[in-house]
């Protein structure tokens, strides 16, 4: 029997043993069987069979062949490290209050989003109290396609005081009831809102999350305190849950499903800082989701033990330092207690990869950039 006269089943598990995408479209070219195969399931077929290891989004008609080329392209980058990096500089003539390098210029944050469907690219930063969002369009065919810009004037919402008034941390985050994006922005003066990300209505207040939003009583607070929400220092997400961590404590909220303009109030506010043998002035300055392991791993400044797990446990979240090795101490040199806090990233071996991860990212003031696992001492 040839080879085009087997059944389509046969002929998939014949397929998605090709090594390359490559191999694969020229498969699809060379009749009208395969030409069919291909672009009716066969795609399907090599991207769950290629990439089984990801949490692939539903998709339809070519939109898989699009996955594949997209998923294939990032892999070859990564075999190859191939990372180019470019720079986006504000325009100082239209920035607020006196805001020249040099003379108290913001600090700028920046998030990035990439759908794997559309192949649509979301480039967001804080501009002092205004925020940028660059979207362009992937081209397979490698054809620059012109990028569109949205602006928000903080202004329009009542954010006009330079500095006080600034973007501290932001956050792309997906919308998978209704397929949209939105941006969590949190200020220097404490305010966390929810902002719209779609082109047509973009920085459209949808939802402001505030501990004074709470009518009933918060997991971590005495009844009778009171928290006023601090500088906004991180963001994470993680299925909807929102840590946000200020310089007292990683505060959790939970992201609305709909409607505009909502009060969201904190779910539970976590003290991660350690009450033994610590110097006094140890202070939060970053929270990050170690992936769906209900794991959060957060970097304290002034700390002897300045990298802490917290786990969601039954019971509630228990605390624990990250293990020192007194040999790498010993032979490196190596000074645990000053790390650059805004630096940690958990680590997969691929962006969608599910599950949670163990692999932490961090760099240290003596210059090291340290990666490794995060194993765990619990305190005494």
Request: glycine residues 8%.
């Amino acid at each position: 029997m040839a080879l085009v006269e087997l059944p389509d089943e046969l002929l998939l598990m014949v397929l998605v043993d090709l090594d390359s995408a490559r191999d694969f479209r020229a498969l699809g070219l060379s009749c009208r069987r395969f030409h069919r195969l291909v672009g009716h399931e066969g795609w399907r077929a090599f991207v769950t069979s290629k990439f089984s290891s990801l949490s692939i989004p539903s998709a339809s008609g070519d939109a898989w062949r699009r996955l594949a080329e997209l998923l294939t392209w990032q892999t070859r980058c990564w075999d190859r490290r191939a990372i180019r990096f470019t720079g986006l500089l504000p325009d100082w003539t239209i920035s607020r209050g006196d805001r020249r390098p040099g003379a108290g210029a913001f600090l700028p944050v920046v998030d990035a989003h990439i759908c794997p469907q559309s192949g649509e690219e979301l480039l967001v930063w804080g501009a002092g109290e205004n925020i940028v969002a660059r979207r362009r369009q992937c081209s397979v065919a490698k054809v620059p396609i012109k990028p569109s810009w949205s602006r928000l004037e903080g202004s329009l919402l009542g954010y006009s005081v330079p500095g006080y008034d600034d973007v501290s941390a932001l956050a792309i985050v997906d919308q998978p009831h209704n397929g949209t994006r939105d941006i969590l922005a949190g200020r220097v003066n404490g305010d966390l809102s929810l902002l719209s990300a779609q082109p047509d209505r973009f920085g459209k207040h949808l939802a402001n999350f505030d501990t004074c939003h709470a009518d009933s009583p918060i997991s971590g607070v005495q009844p009778s305190e009171t928290i006023r929400q601090s500088t906004i220092l991180s963001l994470d997400v993680l299925n909807g849950l929102v840590a946000a961590s200020t310089k007292e404590n990683v505060t959790m909220y939970r992201l609305p499903q709909n409607g505009d303009s909502i009060k969201i109030a904190p779910l539970e506010i976590l003290d991660p800082l350690p009450r033994v043998s610590e110097p006094t002035g140890v202070t939060v300055a970053n929270a990050r989701w170690m992936g769906d392991n209900e794991v959060l791993a957060v970097a304290l400044r002034g700390s002897t033990f300045p990298l802490r797990y917290l786990t969601g446990t039954p019971n509630g979240w228990s605390a624990s330092d990250a293990a020192k090795n007194a040999d790498l101490e010993k032979q490196f040199d190596i000074d645990y207690g000053r790390i650059c806090p805004n630096s940690i990233q958990p680590v997969k071996p691929h962006a969608n990869t599910k599950g949670g991860t163990s692999l932490l990212l961090s760099s240290w003031r003596d210059g090291s950039c340290r990666y490794g696992r995060h194993t765990i001492t619990m305190n005494p």
